[in-house]
């Protein structure tokens, strides 16, 4: 799929001018992003902002290029044409949760936490603490192979969280939640806003797009299709 541009819509929480930070400039700011495998164009002149204290949602049909374009903002994919400028410390929540197999959570945290200047101990408090917000059962000691997919999932976004990013970039961070979670997850994201993050998820949950400031679909970026949330919705 192409995107020729991918500015976005608001939703229901208005059009952002009071967001915190919001004069400061973005945190994030993609132009002109091309990706393509082959003679597959998967990205063609994507243009993406996201500013302190908003949030984005991404969204489109499958292979529209929503994963590549969150790759590319992390600095893991080189863009074939294009440029991403950002501020601020990033955290990564890929779909597909980056754990090694036979470490547990606390070794997870040492690990990730020694790349931020953390020592063990205060990676594996930080940590801990954030893996009981997100009701995590942390102390059991097993490994990530013996986890459900849920609580892997839990431990992928603890540890984008793990050094206090100003940027998120979360690519479906929710991926075998209980509905509990999944609540706590957005209830998550409205806390991050007011503290000044700038968070871009993609999702296909369409009915939480209430809950995010802009909306940005790379399979019709312009015009927006019939019945697609637009402003003040």
């Known amino acids: 799929m192409t995107a020729a541009s991918a500015t976005g819509t608001g ?3 208005g059009d952002g001018a009071n967001l915190p930070g919001r004069g400061r400039g973005p945190l994030v700011a993609a132009s002109g992003i091309v990706k393509h495998y ?3 164009h998967v990205l063609d002149g994507v243009d993406l902002t996201v500013h302190p204290g908003e949030v984005v949602a991404l969204v489109g049909e499958n ?3 929503k994963s590549t374009l969150l790759r590319i903002c992390a600095g893991i994919t080189r863009p074939d044409a294009g440029r991403v400028e950002e501020r601020g410390r990033i955290g990564y929540c890929p779909q597909e949760p980056g754990l090694l197999e036979l470490l547990n959570a606390d070794e997870h945290l040492a690990l990730f936490g020694a790349a931020f ?3 063990r101990k205060e990676a594996v408090a930080a940590g801990r603490q954030l893996l009981e917000e997100l009701a995590f059962p942390v ?3 097993a490994v990530s192979k013996d986890l459900s997919g849920g609580t892997r999932q839990k431990l992928n976004l603890a540890l984008a969280l793990l050094g206090d990013p100003e940027v998120l970039l979360l690519d479906e961070p929710y991926q075998g939640f209980d509905t509990g979670s999944y609540v706590n997850f957005w209830d998550h994201v409205s806390r991050w806003r007011a ?3 700038a968070t871009l998820v993609v999702t296909h949950m369409l009915s939480e ?3 995010v400031d802009r909306v940005v679909d790379l ?3 312009t015009p927006r299709p019939p019945g697609f949330p637009e402003a003040g919705r």
Do not use: I
Request: proline letters at 4%.
């Open 209 to 211: 797009l209430s809950r």
């Open 11 to 13: 939703t229901g929480t």
């Open 219 to 221: 399979t019709h970026p």
């Open 195 to 197: 503290a000044g993050r």
């Open 117 to 119: 200047g953390l020592s």
């Open 139 to 141: 102390g059991d000691g």
């Open 63 to 65: 292979g529209c290029g």
């Open 38 to 40: 082959g003679a597959k």
